[in-house]
């Protein structure tokens, strides 16, 4: 079975500034996916950044970007420029590629507070 | 609608009452999950569904948990005799088509349930 764990609880950052969250997970697969999941107080929970096993390039979308590091089984997310906004709890996510490929696996999550 | 709806927002049950968790879909997407999210956890996968087809039941923790999409849209999640243990955040998400990691899994906002 899989496993996805994220170590930090809590963290803060304040705003402008870059922080990083960490993600590990454990899979006897070789290929499958993986998430970053943004949840706001109150809110949805929206998917930030996936990335894909098979590719080496680190996925980016506009502040976020990840550090896929295949070999140790980390899978960690940046945050460059910290707005108030990106105040939440993130989730790190696993699924394969195989034929339960729509079941998401989550880890316990990190709350960020971005300090003004 | 614009997004992925659930209804009631909070549900307070006496222990042993049966509830009904309802889910509305972004409309035209094919599938549906249920999640449910202990307090302080990640989201846990409870069930799958393609159109009206319950592809996926292998999260759900007991016979007492049963959910269904009878006309391939609203979905609802019923638990029988609630528990304690039931408490958490039942969340629905949906996407556009069918198997496949490369659909994004849209989130609504979730019920909390509270059992007494």
């Known amino acids: 079975a899989q496993t996805v764990t994220q170590s930090q609880p809590e963290m803060s950052v304040q705003e402008a500034e870059t922080v990083t969250l960490s993600c590990t997970y454990d899979t006897s697969e070789n290929n499958y996916y993986l998430f970053w999941y943004k949840q706001p107080p109150s809110r949805q929970m929206i998917l930030v950044i996936r990335q894909e096993a098979y590719k080496q390039q680190n996925a980016t979308e506009n502040r976020f970007s990840v550090n896929f590091q295949k070999a140790a089984k980390s899978f960690s997310l940046k945050i460059s420029d910290s707005q108030l906004g990106d105040t939440a709890m993130y989730f790190c996510a696993f699924t394969n590629s195989g034929g339960s490929n729509y079941k998401l696996t989550f880890g316990k999550g990190t709350l960020l507070t971005v300090n003004p | 609608g614009a997004g992925v709806s659930q209804s009631p927002r909070y549900k307070v049950a006496k222990r042993g009452q049966d509830v009904a968790l309802r889910c509305d879909p972004i409309s035209g997407h094919v599938s549906l999950f249920w999640y449910q999210q202990a307090l302080g956890q990640g989201p846990e996968f409870l069930t799958y569904?393609?159109?009206?087809?319950?592809?996926?039941k292998s999260g759900l923790p007991s016979d007492r948990f049963f959910a269904e999409r009878p006309e391939g849209s609203v979905s609802t999640l019923k638990i029988q005799r609630t528990q304690q243990e039931d408490s958490a955040v039942y969340l629905c998400?949906?996407?556009?088509?069918?198997?496949?990691?490369?659909?994004?899994?849209?989130f609504g906002p979730g019920t909390r349930l509270l059992v007494l």
């Open positions: 998400a949906s996407s556009l088509v069918g198997l496949g990691v490369r659909e994004t899994q849209y």
């Open positions: 569904f393609q159109n009206e087809a319950q592809l996926d």
